[in-house]
Each structure stands twice: as structure tokens, then as C-alpha cells.
């Protein structure tokens, strides 16, 4: 079964600084991976997928992640955090064919101070 | 373009009773996933629809049941409510015929069981 792991429960950057969410995944075979967020009250919102190819992916709002196969990880990243960052992220797997039923992990919290 | 579009936003019915969710999903799009979000769960896999099919389950009780009509508009129903199924309800859409296209997220319908 495949599962994801978001170790970090909770994150606090200062406006400005870099950023980076983690990731790892437990498949079988190739998965696919996607990063979303959560602002309170609302739906979420997708800021990157890898299926295949190139193993650094861009995404929206700046956001990038680099699919590490030996390390099973997708981790996200940002360069410089904006205060409108703050938010609650997702990593999510899914399978070929299936991807629409994903397994999310359980979310990291960011708070981003000014 | 419109959105995926949940009703209602926010409903509250007592134990014992039953509830329907409604989501119409972006025009073109023929599949409609299903997601329930609590605290200690987290997001949660329910069910997926494609022309009018279900074609995939997560893991819950037969209580929990979907259907999609024709023009893929899609609705939930939730019979002999518990208080365990306050939570977040999450519709998404996609437009891959092959489930292996991005899921976009409706904001959702907040049930709360008392």
C-alpha cells in the first residue's frame, strides 16, 4: 500500500527566507506526485505534480520539488517565502492509472513571520 | 472558467439522520473524486466517479455512498450520520479519461453531526 510521510508537523520561516517542506513516499513502483495547499477555509489548491522526466519540477507561486527515487522523497521548496505562504501543505501519491484516488500525508502547518 | 462548485457550504444535522452533497465539477471535466478531511484523519480517499461509473473506492462503510449523473454533477449521501463523520467534504475534478490528470479541488462542504 502506498502511504506518505510529512515529518514536519509544523514550520515557521521569516518573510524572506527559503523554505523547505518534507516529503517521502512509500510505492511500489513509479509514482505519481503531487504538492498541495490549504488556506484556512478553503479547498486545496495544486502547486506541482511529477509523473515522469525531469526530476526537479516547477510549479505555481514560485514553489519547485525534486523527486529523489533513491531517497523516496518529493520535497518542496522555496527560495523566498511570502507572508501569503502561510498555509497548510500537502504531499500527496497516487498511482498509474488510478490517480485520482490519492494518499495524502498529514499536512505541514507554515506560519511565516514578518 | 468556473470551478468545481460544492453545496452545501455548511450544514448541521443531528445523529441518526442522513445528508446529501452536491458538486458540480469544471465544465468537460467527466471525473469526480470524493475526499474527507478531519483532524485526525486527515484527508481521506471515499470514492471516484467517471461517466456515470464508480470506478474508484476508498475505505469506508456501505453508509457513505455517491452516484454522478449525466452531465457529471455528482452527489455524496451520508445515511445513520455519527458524530465521527463531522468533518470537511471535499469534491475534486479532472479531466483525464485515464485517471492520471490533476484533481481540482472544490472548497468544500463542512458537516458537523451533533
Known sequence: AQSVTQPDIHITVSEGASLELRCNYSYGATPYLFWYVQSPGQGLQLLLKYFSGDTLVQGIKGFEAEFKRSQSSFNLRKPSVHWSDAAEYFCAVGAAGTASKLTFGTGTRLQVTL | ?114
Open chain 2, 1 to 114: 472558467k468556473a470551478g468545481v462548485t460544492q453545496t452545501p457550504r455548511y450544514l448541521i444535522k443531528t445523529r441518526g439522520q442522513q445528508v446529501t452533497l452536491s458538486c458540480s465539477p469544471i465544465s468537460g471535466h467527466r471525473s469526480v473524486s470524493w475526499y474527507q478531511q478531519t483532524p485526525g484523519q486527515g484527508l481521506q480517499f471515499l470514492f471516484e466517479y467517471f461517466s456515470e461509473t464508480q470506478r474508484n473506492k476508498g475505505n469506508f462503510p456501505g453508509r457513505f455512498s455517491g452516484r454522478q449523473f449525466s452531465n457529471s454533477r455528482s452527489e455524496m449521501n451520508v445515511s445513520t450520520l455519527e458524530l465521527g463523520d463531522s468533518a470537511l467534504y471535499l469534491c475534486a475534478s479532472s479531466l483525464s479519461t485515464r485517471g492520471t490528470g490533476e484533481l481540482f479541488f472544490g472548497e468544500g462542504s463542512r458537516l458537523t453531526v451533533l
